[in-house]
């Protein structure tokens, strides 16, 4: 499979049409139908795992803790973020930035966007680039499309004296993800087309829905298609959508969706186009690293069929796209292949030495497996494959930490596998640890040592409470369990959003939130050692700055001594 263009516009409608009116449903098309509240939640929570990362101290600023990601220069937004300068943090749908020296709040800005969803942030120079999502959630059964209004938005926040937004970019659909390399960010958006169908009965034949909705797409304008945006600065509102030349498209898509990644450069002073390139699929996942942008798309639109749909196929399959990034330029588009399975997380593709390795879960059997693709010729070519990764079971987690790799799966016990993925033609499982329970997470914290952020289990698989777990790794064909924690009747939010993750190896610290408990500080040796439990309540967040630990909760920011965690300020977030 590899990505083509349209060779005109006309082409393109004409394509999309055809192909929506083959997959459309009777409540409407892939993309637009409703997803199940804990579908959302899973795909919500599960996108992001944390790394270690950190900046030395500078002549303008002490050393600091950035946001845990999962490849380093390659930045991902979150509500909290700082340059050990200063602090800035969204609440309630306003900006505020604290002075680190001072411990005092120096600026605050209302977006005005309201209290919708969690706004997140990135950070370079003087310059915050907020994401707000879109006011409608994700669009429903028979919502009418969404207008740059009321649709994602992004916000170019200046940060000299009073922080002021310099700028506003808005766009259709939903926001997938983002990441930043230096100053300039990538935002990737979803969107689907401008088609309202008809408030039909829910009782009925689905076959005559179906019918009904077709003649919709049929009669559609061809400006339907096309995403808009708009962008508004200091000198007026321009308007505008994607360019039919910048879309391209695979062998097979629904006509749904479409995925458009748009791309800003935060050293300028205010927001442009974006530049949009965009892709006629999903877009469920993204990957990247400072160099490449990788875009994964699951089929499930194949599988929601109703009468006169096209046939499903025999299994699932996962699409990647892989684009390379330059500078502050838009994506250029490189490769593209499919693996089968589903992906858990962008934890499961890792690119290493011109190699991508990806960990899928086939739905249809419980079997995983860990796949190698190069880039040939535009194709992600598989390489090799190490198969047969926990028969049964469920990926809970991947890690992979240079040319090895580790998979959790689960069921009633906690197989932690680990890979040997020197030779792309030949990775090969080397070792398996069998304990109770399961990690969610797995964090590096050293040479040869894994943390595990998860749920103790009994016997039947039935869990027991927040586990995390250090692990020994050393010896590829015997990992072992060092230590472990365990607090029953508790979960952390970093199970499932390891943004909330700190790990500062310079002092071996791990803080670890509890849900409606604050957090646990534990230190990380050959054993893990609980050293202190910070009281703040929904604690969401922690970072470092020079010698103190900074959390962050709804109600405000405490700062305490790195070494002692005594408290040393308090900055409330509220009035």
Same mark, same amino acid.
């Given at each position: 499979m590899r990505? &083509?263009?349209?060779d005109?516009?006309?082409q393109?409608?004409?394509d999309?049409r055809k192909?929506a009116?083959?997959s459309v449903?009777?409540?409407?098309?892939?993309?637009?139908?409703? =997803?199940? $509240? +804990?579908?959302?939640a899973m795909?919500?929570?599960?996108?992001? =795992?944390a790394?270690?990362?950190?900046?030395?101290?500078?002549a303008?600023g002490?050393?600091f803790?950035g946001?845990?990601v999962?490849?380093?220069?390659?930045d991902?937004?979150? &509500?909290i973020k700082?340059?050990?300068?200063?602090?800035?943090?969204?609440?309630?749908? @306003?900006?505020? &930035? @604290?002075?680190?020296a001072?411990r005092?709040?120096?600026g *605050?800005v209302?977006?005005?966007v309201g209290r919708?969803?969690?706004l997140?942030?990135l950070?370079?120079?003087?310059?915050a680039l907020?994401?707000v999502?879109?006011?409608?959630?994700?669009?429903?059964?028979?919502?009418k499309?969404?207008?740059?209004s009321?649709?994602?938005?992004?916000l170019?926040?200046d940060?000299?004296?009073?922080?002021?937004?310099?700028s506003?970019y808005?766009?259709?659909?939903?926001l997938?993800?983002a /990441? =930043?390399?230096?100053?300039t960010?990538?935002?990737?958006l %979803?969107?689907?087309p401008?088609?309202t169908f008809?408030?039909?009965p829910?009782a009925g +034949?689905?076959?005559?829905?179906?019918t009904?909705?077709r003649?919709v797409?049929n009669? +559609?304008?061809?400006?339907?298609?096309? $995403?808009r945006?708009e962008v508004?600065?200091?000198?007026g509102?321009?308007e505008g959508?994607?360019?039919?030349? /910048?879309v391209?498209?695979?062998?097979e898509y629904?006509?749904?969706? =479409?995925?458009?990644?748009?791309?800003?450069?935060l050293?300028?002073p205010?927001l442009?186009s974006?530049?949009?390139v965009?892709?006629?699929?999903?877009?469920d996942?993204?990957?990247a690293t400072?160099d490449?942008?990788?875009?994964?798309?699951d089929?499930r639109?194949?599988?929601?069929?109703?009468?006169? %749909?096209? +046939?499903?196929?025999?299994?699932?399959q996962?699409e990647?796209?892989?684009?390379?990034?330059a500078?502050?330029q838009?994506p250029?588009?490189?490769?593209s292949?499919?693996?089968p399975?589903y992906?858990?997380n962008?934890y499961?593709m890792?690119?290493?030495?011109?190699h991508l390795r990806v960990?899928?879960t086939?739905?249809?059997?419980?079997?995983s497996?860990?796949?190698?693709?190069?880039?040939?010729?535009?194709?992600?070519?598989?390489?090799?494959i190490?198969?047969?990764?926990?028969?049964?079971?469920?990926?809970?987690?991947?890690r992979?930490?240079?040319? %090895?790799g580790?998979v &959790?799966?689960?069921?009633q016990?906690? $197989?932690?596998?680990?890979?040997?993925l020197r030779?792309p033609? *030949?990775?090969?499982v080397?070792?398996?640890?069998?304990i109770n329970?399961y990690?969610?997470?797995?964090?590096p914290?050293?040479?040869n040592?894994? @943390?595990?952020?998860g749920q103790?289990?009994?016997?039947?698989?039935?869990?027991?409470?927040?586990?995390?777990?250090?692990?020994?790794?050393?010896?590829?064909?015997?990992?072992?369990?060092?230590a472990?924690y365990h607090?029953?009747?508790?979960?952390?939010?970093a199970?499932y959003?390891p943004?909330a993750?700190?790990?500062?190896?310079?002092?071996q610290?791990?803080v670890?939130p509890?849900?409606?408990?604050?957090?646990l500080a534990?230190?990380?040796?050959?054993?893990l050692?609980?050293?202190?439990?910070?009281?703040q309540?929904?604690l969401?967040?922690?970072l470092?700055?020079?010698?103190?630990?900074?959390?962050?909760s *709804?109600?405000g920011?405490?700062?305490?001594?790195?070494s002692?965690?005594?408290?040393?300020a308090?900055?409330?977030?509220?009035?």
């Amino acid at each position: 499979m590899r990505l &083509v263009a349209f060779d005109s516009c006309q082409q393109l409608v004409a394509d999309l049409r055809k192909a929506a009116k083959a997959s459309v449903g009777p409540y409407g098309l892939p993309g637009s139908e409703p =997803m199940y $509240p +804990a579908t959302a939640a899973m795909e919500g929570g599960t996108r992001t =795992m944390a790394d270690a990362a950190g900046q030395p101290a500078t002549a303008s600023g002490p050393a600091f803790s950035g946001t845990n990601v999962h490849e380093q220069g390659a930045d991902e937004p979150d &509500v909290i973020k700082t340059d050990g300068r200063r602090i800035v943090t969204i609440s309630d749908g @306003v900006l505020r &930035v @604290v002075d680190t020296a001072t411990r005092r709040e120096t600026g *605050k800005v209302s977006l005005g966007v309201g209290r919708i969803g969690e706004l997140q942030l990135l950070l370079s120079g003087d310059s915050a680039l907020v994401l707000v999502p879109p006011s409608y959630g994700r669009p429903f059964l028979r919502e009418k499309p969404a207008l740059p209004s009321d649709g994602p938005r992004v916000l170019l926040v200046d940060l000299t004296g009073t922080p002021t937004v310099a700028s506003t970019y808005r766009a259709e659909g939903t926001l997938i993800d983002a /990441r =930043m390399t230096g100053s300039t960010a990538r935002i990737v958006l %979803r969107s689907t087309p401008r088609i309202t169908f008809p408030d039909q009965p829910f009782a009925g +034949a689905e076959d005559k829905r179906i019918t009904a909705n077709r003649a919709v797409i049929n009669d +559609a304008p061809d400006s339907a298609w096309l $995403p808009r945006w708009e962008v508004t600065g200091r000198t007026g509102t321009t308007e505008g959508q994607v360019d039919c030349a /910048r879309v391209s498209r695979p062998a097979e898509y629904s006509g749904g969706t =479409m995925v458009t990644v748009v791309t800003f450069d935060l050293a300028r002073p205010e927001l442009g186009s974006g530049d949009p390139v965009s892709v006629v699929a999903d877009g469920d996942r993204v990957y990247a690293t400072p160099d490449s942008l990788y875009l994964a798309s699951d089929d499930r639109w194949r599988y929601d069929l109703f009468p006169g %749909r096209r +046939a499903a196929p025999d299994s699932q399959q996962t699409e990647l796209f892989k684009f390379a990034l330059a500078g502050n330029q838009p994506p250029t588009y490189r490769a593209s292949g499919t693996v089968p399975g589903y992906l858990l997380n962008q934890y499961a593709m890792s690119e290493w030495d011109g190699h991508l390795r990806v960990a899928t879960t086939d739905a249809a059997t419980n079997r995983s497996a860990v796949r190698v693709l190069a880039d040939r010729d535009g194709k992600l070519v598989q390489t090799g494959i190490a198969d047969g990764l926990g028969n049964g079971e469920q990926i809970y987690s991947v890690r992979f930490v240079g040319d %090895r790799g580790y998979v &959790v799966t689960f069921r009633q016990t906690d $197989p932690l596998y680990s890979l040997d993925l020197r030779d792309p033609a *030949k990775p090969v499982v080397t070792g398996e640890l069998k304990i109770n329970g399961y990690s969610a997470h797995l964090q590096p914290v050293g040479e040869n040592r894994l @943390v595990g952020i998860g749920q103790e289990a009994d016997d039947n698989g039935r869990t027991q409470g927040l586990q995390v777990s250090l692990f020994d790794v050393a010896d590829p064909a015997h990992p072992k369990r060092l230590a472990r924690y365990h607090l029953p009747q508790a979960y952390s939010h970093a199970e499932y959003d390891p943004h909330a993750l700190l790990w500062w190896p310079a002092t071996q610290l791990l803080v670890v939130p509890v849900e409606s408990q604050g957090a646990l500080a534990l230190r990380v040796t050959d054993d893990l050692t609980l050293t202190d439990r910070l009281d703040q309540p929904a604690l969401l967040r922690s970072l470092v700055v020079g010698t103190e630990l900074w959390t962050l909760s *709804k109600a405000g920011l405490r700062a305490s001594d790195l070494s002692t965690l005594d408290q040393l300020a308090w900055v409330p977030l509220r009035g």
